[in-house]
C-alpha cells in the first residue's frame, strides 16, 4: 500500500464536497492500463462513497472506498458541467 500524505477525514470531506456534482473518474486497472469516465457522486457513506457513470453501458464497480482513493487506485475529479450554446 503505498502511504498518503493526506488523512482519511480529509479525504473525506473532499468527497462529501463533490457530492451531487459531475465528476472525471479515472481507475488504475493495473499494468498502466486506466479507465476513465464521466459520472456524478451518488452517496457518501463512512466506508465508501458511490458513483452513478453517465454511460448506461458501463460494466463497471460504481462504488469505491476511501483507502482506494488515498493509495490512487481511484481518482475523482471535479469537473464544471459544460454549457452548450445552440
Known amino acids: 500500500m503505498i502511504k498518503s500524505n493526506v488523512s482519511l477525514s480529509q479525504v473525506k470531506t473532499h468527497i462529501a464536497h463533490l457530492k451531487e456534482k459531475q465528476v472525471e473518474v479515472t481507475l488504475a486497472l493495473g ?46 475529479k471535479g469537473v464544471e458541467p459544460t454549457i452548450s450554446q445552440s
Open 31 to 76: 499494468r498502466n492500463k486506466f479507465v476513465k469516465f464521466m459520472a456524478k457522486v451518488q452517496g457518501v457513506y463512512p466506508a465508501l462513497f458511490t458513483v452513478k457513470p453517465f454511460d448506461d453501458g458501463f460494466n463497471g464497480r460504481t462504488s469505491y472506498s476511501y483507502q482506494e482513493f488515498m493509495c490512487g487506485r481511484v481518482r475523482v
